[in-house]
Every structure is written in C-alpha cells, then in structure tokens.
C-alpha cells in the first residue's frame, strides 16, 4: 500500500519565488491536512479539506499562502512570493472521517 | 486557544523505562494521540486514547485522565532505535492540536 506521497521532497529557493507542493493522500481517505513544521513553532496546522472542500484555514499565515484539492488524490500547497522565514518543513497527511492521521515525508523547503 | 505542554527533552539509558508527559488545556476533547518522529522523517502513529486509563501496546503504553487533563507515554526496554521525538495530539473537533513533542535520547 502507497502511503502520502509528497513532491518534491527538497526545495530551495530564492525570495519572491513562488513555491508549489504536491501531496497525493492515501486511497480512500477522505479528509486532507497540510502542516508546517518549525524548531521554534512545532508542528502546526495549516489547512485541511474534508471530501476535497476546505474545512479549517485558519492556520494560513497569510495571504501569500494558498491551497487547493481538484479532487480526492490531489492537493497542492502555494507560496507566493515566498521570505526567508517560510522555510520549514511541511507535511501532508490524510485521513479516513477524521481517524488516524498518517503523515507524508514532508517537504524541507529553503527560501534563500 | 489550545495549550499542549511536554517536557522538551531527556536522556534513558539502553533497556531502561522512561515517562513522557503530556498536559493539555483545549476547547473541546475526542481523544489523544501520540506520535513517534525520527529526525528528518514524518511523524508515525503509536498510540490514541479516547477514555480514562492505560493501553498498552508492546513494549509502549499510554495513559490518559481527562478529568486532570493529562497523559503519559511509557517506553518499556528502551532501545537505541527509540531514540526520537514523541508528540502528543488532541484531537479537537475534525482537527488534531500537537504539542512541541519531547525528544528522547538514549545512550549506551
């Protein structure tokens, strides 16, 4: 069984850059969450879907941060223009009606 | 808001037992999960308590009292590979709230 896959799994790049992430949840599941994780912060939540619809986006920083779930094995997680102070790691994971929740690889994203 | 409290660190010896804490103060309960994360990987499932006392899985255990806002992981026979961070997550209404986690060392 495939779990959370998570692309691409390192990404640096420069200030101002947009920065796009991919997750594709495990088969089945139906809710989706996107997580950010600091040394400073932990591991926080920053958005999650339930059947594809965004349920809770009060973690998004700000406007430069978007998401989005075409349909069940798709999301993707936007930062436009990306600082410095993105950098982090982000985790995808996905769950059945709001069971377990398995996490992805993550993605350490460096913004130069 | 929500406040998930766990010590940040400590060291066990090899075949020793050690106590994570965990205390919470949120709005609203369904449970409490604890997660194991080894550097530079994703966080991996242990262990979900939804009521009152201990369930014991191997050679890992957790606790729960919701009346004191409180559980505790029990690593039993440590090992070198238990070295990691544990979290703790309550599981709010369709979310999960983690604290920072408790990084666990263990020596020879």
């Known amino acids: 069984d495939a779990g959370v896959i998570q692309s691409p799994r390192h990404e640096v790049t420069e200030m101002g850059q947009e920065v796009t992430l991919r997750c594709k949840p495990i088969s089945g599941h139906n809710s989706l969450f996107w997580y950010r994780q600091t040394m400073m912060r932990g591991l926080e939540l920053l958005i999650y879907?339930?059947?594809?619809?965004?349920?809770?986006d009060s973690g998004m920083p700000e406007d430069r941060f978007s998401a989005k779930m075409p349909n069940a094995s798709f999301s993707t997680l936007k930062i436009q223009p990306s600082e410095p102070r993105d950098s982090a790691v982000y985790f995808c994971?996905?769950?059945?009606?709001?069971?377990?929740?398995?996490f992805g690889p993550g993605t350490r994203l460096t913004v130069l | 808001g929500q406040n998930i409290d766990q010590p940040t660190e400590m060291t066990a010896t090899e075949g020793a037992i050690v106590q994570i804490n965990c205390t919470y103060q949120t709005s609203g309960f369904n449970g409490l999960f604890w997660y194991q994360q080894h550097a530079g990987e994703a966080p991996t499932f242990l262990s979900y308590?939804?009521?009152?006392g201990l369930e014991e899985k191997g050679r890992f255990s957790s606790f729960l009292s919701r009346s004191k806002g409180y559980s505790y992981l029990l690593l039993k026979e440590l090992q070198m590979k238990d070295s990691a961070s544990y979290l703790c997550a309550v599981m709010l209404p369709n979310r999960l709230a983690f604290g920072k986690g408790n990084q666990v060392v263990v020596i020879p």
């Open positions: 879907f339930n059947n594809n619809v965004p349920i809770d």
């Open positions: 308590n939804v009521l009152d």
């Open positions: 994971a996905s769950s059945a009606g709001g069971d377990t929740q398995y």
